[in-house]
């Protein structure tokens, strides 16, 4: 780690072209965090490409293709420094095609930025509405609006507040506290505001993009909650026995707990007690959330447990869902989506085919309002709440209840074809 600063992942989210790419070369390079001669490059090659002023989003799009378009494709991943916080930046794609790479993105964010551009034919478009909706739906629940393009705009106060308000009107919608939210009046390309003020907005008595990013709040450790461990792997090594593997996602972990691991063998469950604990070759005597461990479990034999199969502590047993109701959004189908579709779910380390049995109802993809009760199909862009099957037992826990559990993805033939979470289920 980081000389011992907490860690955080943050997604950068918001309509395509709105600066999202610049607004992150933009941050590392100011921050120091990228170097002169990286910079020199990245600008020549902008040049040769006829891309000029696209020097900071080359940062972040290193695929040859992306630069020759102009647009992000795939998710790219830079850490980065700053005095309170060591984080992970997810430059997640803005463009409607490679919405589903957004959804392996903010899955994984603590905290979000939202980029909107304040050009005047700009502001709150449809995929801003979106992405706001998404990144609720996903459980990022801190948010940074950074408001771009502010050159463009002239450096007006007046179309600051205007574009202030037309996404808080979003936020609200969706369910963001909106005081809680900072915004942050900026432009990247020139680099005004971003790491260094901006003598631009003598009106603006705020902080610069890099300032609010230490404003986010430490993401708690959810140690208060049950014990929750997906296995990755699961080892025999000799002399040691059976050595299972994963990382812990919510609760403590102690050498001696008496823990179950489910659905397990014919999905009965299988109990033992904790021997030892392993991380990077040191042996512990807890492990907690965030930790990736191997451990030996006296009781546990290769063939009763597999990737996929979670454990807990005796006391508060992993759920295991004969089925389930998710609140979900249509990212990427071919057609249309039926009562009796059966896709790959993947959720946390488990891959299990699940049959979708009732459509319950429609939602507004902008509000989470109910829009149509018992649809008879849905199409890309439409969220929902429906009612799921699995194939075979499935671990998956209530987002009200652990979150860190509820959260899935939908694969059909290499696609995500949706995304969501657990609302409600039914116990086995």
């Known amino acids: ?56 989003a080359f940062v972040m799009d290193n695929l040859k293709e992306e630069r020759e378009r102009g647009l992000t494709i795939d998710l790219s991943h830079k850490k980065f420094e700053t005095s309170k916080y060591y984080f992970t930046i997810i430059d997640a794609p803005g463009h409607k095609d490679f919405i589903k790479n957004m959804i392996t993105g903010a899955a994984q964010a603590d905290a979000g930025i939202l980029v909107v551009s304040a050009n005047p034919g700009d ?9 706001i909706f998404l990144a609720r739906t996903l459980g990022v629940n801190q948010l940074i609006v950074y408001v771009n393009k502010m050159d463009m705009a002239r450096f007006e106060e007046k179309r600051f507040n205007e574009v202030k308000d037309e996404v808080a009107k979003q936020l609200k919608l969706v369910g963001y506290k ?107 005597t807890e492990a907690e959330p965030g930790d990736n461990i191997g451990f030996n479990v006296r009781g546990i034999e290769k063939k009763d447990i597999a990737r996929g ?62 829009k149509e009760e018992k649809p008879d199909f849905i199409k890309n862009g439409d969220a929902a709440i429906v009612k799921i099957k699995p194939i075979q037992p499935l671990c998956i826990e209530k987002q009200s209840e652990i979150p860190q559990m509820a959260r899935f993805a939908v694969r059909d033939s290499g696609v995500t074809v949706a995304a969501g979470m657990c609302i409600d289920l039914v116990k086995k």
Not at 16 to 37: A, C, F, M, P, W
Not at 123 to 131: L, R, S, W
């Open 1 to 56: 780690m980081a000389k011992g600063k907490p860690h955080m992942n943050i997604v950068f989210i918001g309509h395509v072209d709105h600066g999202k790419s610049t607004t992150v070369g933009r941050l590392l390079y100011d921050s120091g965090n990228i170097d002169e001669q990286t910079m020199r490059k990245l600008k020549e090659q902008a040049k040769e490409l006829g891309k000029v002023g696209f020097e900071f």
């Open 123 to 131: 502001g709150v478009q449809a995929q801003t509405k979106e992405h």
């Open 178 to 284: 909106v005081e809680e939210v900072h915004f942050v009046a900026g432009a990247s390309f020139p680099g005004d505001n971003v790491a260094k003020k901006s003598a631009n907005m003598p009106w603006y008595k705020g902080n610069t993009l890099l300032e609010t990013l230490d404003m986010f709040k430490e993401p708690q450790k959810p140690t208060q909650l049950p014990l929750r461990l997906p296995i990755q792997d699961v080892y025999n090594i000799t002399g040691i026995g059976v050595v299972p593997v994963g990382k812990v996602v919510t609760g403590v972990m102690k050498v001696n707990d008496k823990v179950i691991v489910v659905p397990a063998r014919e999905g009965k469950g299988i109990q033992g007690e904790v021997k030892t604990i392993e991380m990077h070759h040191e042996q512990l």
């Open 309 to 370: 199969d979670v454990l807990g502590h005796v006391n508060n047993v992993p759920s295991v869902a004969t089925e389930f109701t998710a609140q979900m959004i249509v990212l990427n189908h071919p057609t249309v989506i039926t009562v009796g579709y059966t896709p790959v779910f993947h959720v946390h380390t488990a891959q299990v085919a699940c049959q979708i049995t009732e459509i319950v109802k429609k939602l507004d993809p902008a509000t989470g309002a109910t």
